[in-house]
């Protein structure tokens, strides 16, 4: 923060990621995570997703379906894409407690 206020904001502070050629995994490729993906292209990210079943190839739309477990180990980025009502308080699998996201 002191960088900032003396104007030397380039200087040391890291400006983030580059999304480009990451893996975006996305837990729900329903409406909102079929528009996320979309929006993912113009990135050049890779899309890989886990519904509770496999879409058709023209709602995959160049997603690779995988298991959830592959979900976790292979994305660089994780978007959650799920109801949460009275019905269905969380949808999402518990992952193993040896398992860090980050």
């Known amino acids: 923060m002191v960088q900032l206020r003396e104007g030397n904001w ?9 999304p480009e050629g990451k893996t975006l995994g996305v837990l729900g490729l329903g409406g909102i995570g ?4 979309k929006r993912t292209d113009a990135f050049d990210m890779k899309v890989i ?8 190839p023209v709602l995959e ?6 298991n959830f477990d592959n979900l976790l180990s292979r994305s ?3 978007s959650l894409n799920l109801p949460l009502n009275v019905r269905n308080p969380s949808s999402a699998p518990s992952p193993p407690r040896q398992t860090q996201i980050h």
């Open 10 to 18: 380039l200087e040391g502070v890291p400006l983030g990621h580059d």
């Open 34 to 37: 079929r528009a996320l993906k």
């Open 49 to 56: 997703y886990h519904n509770r079943t496999r879409l058709s």
């Open 61 to 66: 739309n160049g997603a690779e379906y995988v």
């Open 76 to 78: 660089d980025v994780i």
